[in-house]
């Protein structure tokens, strides 16, 4: 298999503080890779060197053999999405213009969005459940809703590769699991790379193929889930004690944690 | 589909036509009124007299005079002014992702009016008649940097650092204003007619000097709309979406203060338009840019002809257009912004 990002030697801090320290990291094209770790082990800093948003202060990124550096800004565009958390609406687009904004990079400066346009922002919508509330202002949204707008957004975008940070943490537990297996459906059928930022680890295990686990910004495990998401693994990067177990109701790696041994 | 056409084309994109049509019938009727008052019809005439040499025969002289090199000036530079300041208030709430920053919120116009209040304490007038309007646009000018060599550690230009350093430079002008209405003695009063804005004696230089101005920031403006639209997504939405958030910010950012230092420079301060009217215009339109900045820039000019025209031809005596700009455009905001608060959130 190819691989999506090949990620070398990356120094990465601000404000003086040291983020991300001598990482190297490959990531699968066509899989679904889950990001975890602890607050500040530098997992959305690594998601935004993924994006283009942020570049390393050494090391290099390479996105589908080329370094990332290389990409135009509406190459990289067109060549990945990315989910943020921030949800800013502080204007009254509707649902549906937000989402069709996930055709920027396609559609010429001066044109309206083609027919084919509106049908990938339709077919994100109905995938989100959106379709109801197309005509709703962003900014009267709830949390899930402005998230479920997002990942419609990014989904209407039909980029190889999407970046997610926390894509479901808002959203009620049937939202999240449409999201999931709509994410499951685009890596299997359309070989898209998906790589999400996860706090939950019950989650990174029924959406993952791969899970990176990040400890003071540099790797500490990475492989298949059930190779990475041990016992041994979860104490040493998270410092609590856990049970993994199969949970054949739910079809994947279930974990349980407390504190004390 | 009706999913991806929610706001239709037909009810948002007629509201062009419609104000640039309510513009010219107020531009024609506002230049027949006054102390000497001349019918529409005769003001077409002299219109068309002077666009394509139409003939004026029958038509007494002095119209043409009073029509030519009086009013009209004064009328197309309150246009200009409007549009020019509508316009960058909406990229300036569009740029800062708040919809109650104006062009004046990161302190241009403080920067000005310390430039021409200056100017006007060093009794620089003498020297050349637009020595204070060369010093209220340098002084415009220098805030803008001002506030950008504050902000601007952080390369992308937050709107937080933007807006936080805008009001420390503008409090720091507005102190400097004081001292020198303080130091400049019986010239203050002039200092305070200058600072209230006005329209009075505008020539066919005021007229060339805004209007470009106006229209070269509104083509600038027009063609980042679409990234702005995307930029009200977030920074890192948009970045995503292929839009290179610093640049564009900072091109708009320019261009924005570049208009409203060339009006403020000319007319003095007059505040609310930039405010108010995207505001308004958001109503009706929608947030899209493409079709706010154009329809604010041309509510921006109907709102401004229309109070000088007011305080010109109808009021017994002239008030300062800042000061009636406020006066009546305050409690009209208020009363739409109440109704939109009891109405709750529309689309």
């Known amino acids: 298999m190819a691989e999506a990002y090949t990620l070398r030697n990356i120094h990465f801090g601000y404000n003086g503080k040291t983020v991300i320290t001598g990482l190297d990291l490959n990531i699968t094209e066509g899989k679904l890779t889950a990001i975890v770790g602890p607050n500040g082990s530098g997992k959305s800093t690594l998601l935004d060197l993924m994006a283009g948003y942020r570049e390393p202060q050494s090391g290099s990124v390479e996105l589908l053999g080329r370094n990332i550096r290389n990409y135009g800004q509406l190459e990289l565009s067109r060549t990945t999405a990315m989910a943020p958390q921030e949800f800013g609406f502080k204007f009254p687009f509707t649902v549906c213009e937000a989402v069709l904004m996930g055709r920027h990079p396609h559609v010429p400066r001066f044109s309206a969005p083609s027919k084919q346009d509106r049908a990938h922002a339709d077919a994100a919508l109905k995938i989100m459940d959106l379709t109801p509330l197309a005509s709703r202002s962003v900014a009267a949204l709830s949390g899930g809703e402005r998230q479920r707008t997002v990942i419609a957004r990014t989904l209407a975008q039909q980029t190889p590769v999407i970046l997610l940070d926390e894509p479901t943490s808002s959203m009620d537990i049937r939202h999240a699991l449409v999201a999931l297996r ?29 899970i990176v686990l990040l400890r003071n910004g540099d790797v500490h495990a990475t492989g298949a889930v059930k190779e990475t998401l041990t016992p041994d693994n979860v104490r040493a990067v998270f410092g609590v004690h856990c049970n993994v177990r199969w949970d054949d109701f739910a079809n994947h790696l279930s974990v349980s944690y407390r504190l004390e041994p | 589909m009706y999913e991806t056409a929610p706001r239709s084309p037909v009810r948002t994109g007629f509201w062009i036509p419609l104000l640039a049509g309510v513009l ?76 109650l920053a104006d062009p004046f919120t990161l302190g241009v116009s403080s920067g000005a009016a310390f430039g021409a209040s200056l100017a006007l304490l060093l009794g620089l007038t003498f020297a050349t008649p637009y020595s204070v309007c060369l010093f209220a646009f340098a002084g415009g000018l220098l805030t803008l940097l001002a506030v950008m060599a504050i902000a601007g550690k952080d390369a992308s230009l937050s709107p937080t650092s933007l807006i936080l350093s805008g009001v420390i430079v503008s409090a720091i002008l507005s102190a400097g204003i004081s001292f020198i209405k303080y130091m400049a003695d019986e010239r203050v009063s002039v200092i305070i007619f200058w600072l209230m804005g006005s329209f009075a004696s505008k020539t066919w230089g005021d007229v060339f000097f805004t209007v470009a101005a106006s229209l070269a920031g509104f ?93 010109r031809a109808v009021l017994p005596q002239e008030v300062p257009i800042g000061v009636l700009t406020a006066l009546i455009g305050g409690p009209v905001f208020c009363v739409i912004f109440r109704r939109k608060q009891m109405g709750g959130e529309r689309g």
């Not at chain 2, 005439?45 to 009086?70: E, Q, Y």
């Not at chain 2, 600038?220 to 920074?235: K, T």
């Not at chain 2, 290179?244 to 950012?253: A, E, F, N, P, Y």
């Open chain 1, 182 to 210: 709509e994410f499951r459906r685009l890596a299997v059928e359309k070989k898209h790379t998906v790589v999400a930022v996860l706090h939950d680890l019950n989650l990174a295990a029924s959406f993952a193929d791969e």
């Open chain 2, 24 to 99: 010219f019938c107020l531009t024609v009727a506002a230049t027949g009124m006054g102390f000497i008052a001349i019918p529409s019809e005769n003001v077409l005439r002299v219109m068309a007299h002077k666009l394509w040499g139409a003939d004026v025969s029958g038509l007494d002289p002095l119209f043409i005079n009073v029509i030519v090199d009086v009013r009209l000036p004064r009328i197309l530079t309150s246009a200009a002014v409007g549009f020019g300041l509508a316009v960058s208030g909406a990229v300036f709430q569009g740029i800062l992702l708040n919809p």
């Open chain 2, 219 to 311: 083509a600038v403006c027009l063609y980042f709309a679409r990234d702005l639209n995307v930029m009200s997504m977030g920074d890192r939405s948009a970045r995503s979406l292929g839009v290179d958030t610093g640049r564009v910010r900072l091109i708009l950012l320019a261009a924005a203060t570049l208009v409203s230092a060339v009006c403020v420079s000319v007319s003095g301060i007059i505040g609310f338009v930039g405010l108010m009217v995207p505001h308004l215009m958001r109503f009706v339109t929608g947030p899209d840019n493409r079709l706010l900045i154009p329809a604010s820039g041309l509510c921006g000019a109907i709102l401004l002809l229309a109070a000088d025209t007011l305080t």
